[in-house]
């Protein structure tokens, strides 16, 4: 079953332009992740935000979260053609310790 | 660095071939997971070991089992490949908690099965 479901399902943006992708959820969490896919290869984590956070930065990408909406955004600022890639929230299902529950993605295009 | 391995980038099976896919993780991470990617469905948990020989099923186990005999090492075993079993299969670990934790992914085998 699929927890997070992401929005957009793309983007295309031109470089420098800012990023916004959101997140939302069914069931209440202990925290949610935002993790980024390059074509082809494994997930790399970016960032991790508690559910009693609002708001987590991390270079440039700031990652925000509503528990009572359910519901997370990721912008990434002044965006690079390097930043090219899909990006997944994962969320954890409370009781199931260590397992985490992933979107589908939102894929992103900077355009140079 | 934390460093996932696994042991194929590409693989090709041929149906009803017993397939086997390890996943190697120099951490001493608790949990191990394997994942399939398909286009448009994400990411889908097949299977998770909280510890050795400890395993627990996640949301598609069917057509698949796992083995964690060492810590650091999970194997995703296809019994009768099928050519639905045709995915990207991705192996993570991580440490154990009460809640998630980063979870490190390997590079992906891409498993093609005529």
């Known amino acids: 079953s699929q927890q997070g479901e992401e929005d957009p399902q793309a983007l295309s943006i031109q470089e420098g332009e800012n990023a916004t992708m959101n997140c939302s959820y069914k069931?209440?969490?202990?925290?949610l992740q935002w993790y980024r896919q390059n074509s082809g290869r494994g997930l790399v984590h970016l960032i991790l935000?508690?559910?009693?956070?609002r708001e987590k930065h991390s270079g440039r990408l700031r990652v925000t979260l509503d528990t009572s909406k359910k519901s997370s955004s990721l912008l990434i600022t002044a965006s690079r053609a390097a930043d090219t890639a899909s990006y997944f929230c994962?969320?954890?299902?409370?009781?199931?310790?260590?397992?985490?529950?992933f979107g589908d993605g939102t894929t992103l295009t900077v355009k140079p | 660095d934390v460093k996932v391995t696994q042991s194929s980038r590409y693989l090709v099976k041929r149906t009803g071939e017993k397939v086997f896919l390890e996943c190697v993780q120099d951490?001493?991470?608790?949990?191990m997971f394997w994942y399939r990617q398909d286009p448009g469905l994400g990411l889908r948990l097949i299977y998770f070991?909280?510890?050795?020989?400890?395993?627990e099923k996640g949301d598609i186990p069917e057509g698949y089992s796992v083995s964690r005999e060492k810590k650091e090492r999970f194997s995703l075993i296809l019994e009768s490949a099928s050519t639905n079993q045709t995915s990207m299969y991705l192996c993570?670990?991580?440490?154990?908690?009460?809640?998630?934790?980063?979870?490190?992914f390997g590079p992906g085998t891409r498993l093609t099965v005529t």
């Open positions: 993570a670990s991580s440490l154990w908690g009460l809640s998630s934790y980063e979870q490190y």
């Open positions: 069931t209440s969490i202990n925290n």
């Open positions: 935000i508690r559910s009693n956070e």
């Open positions: 994962a969320t954890d299902g409370g009781a199931n310790a260590g397992k985490s529950t």
């Open positions: 951490m001493d991470h608790e949990n």
């Open positions: 070991s909280y510890d050795v020989k400890m395993k």
